[in-house]
Nanobody
Framework: QVQLVESGGGLVQPGGSLRLSCKVS???????MGWYRQAPGKQRELVAT???????NYADSVKGRFTISRDNAKGTVWLQMNSLKPEDTAVYYC???????????WGQGTQVTVSS
């Protein structure tokens, strides 16, 4: 059973930064990884993805502010979030992406709150 554990969330003021981590219990070689978020009362949405070869994709709302990265050997994916806005407040989740992963695994999520 593959497990994903997110960490790094918290309370930050607008304009601040946070770095989220997603540690995967199994290998992530060849697996595209994604970060998602879900704000209260809203649907879960894609934030960013990173392929095994490090090709990245971002939602328009975070382009230029967020950076996704990975270390295959460590089985870890990060999301560096800069210039945070109140609308970035959400629970952030990582997951394995199909079709590179035949099974979609989700982490338990980490809360990010942007407020003064």
């Amino acid at each position: 059973q593959v497990q994903l554990v997110e960490s790094g969330g918290g309370l930050v003021q607008p304009g601040g930064s946070l770095r989220l981590s997603c540690k995967v219990s199994g290998t992530i070689f060849g697996i595209t990884m994604g970060w998602y978020r879900q704000a209260p009362g809203k649907q879960r949405e894609l934030v960013a993805t990173i392929a095994s070869g490090s090709r990245t994709n971002y939602a328009d709302s975070v382009k230029g502010r967020f950076t996704i990265s990975r270390d295959n050997a460590k089985g870890t994916v990060w999301l560096q979030m800069n210039s945070l806005k109140p609308e970035d407040t959400a629970v952030y989740y990582c997951r394995t992406e199909p079709p590179s992963s035949s099974v979609i695994y989700w982490g338990q999520g980490t809360q990010v709150t942007v407020s003064s």
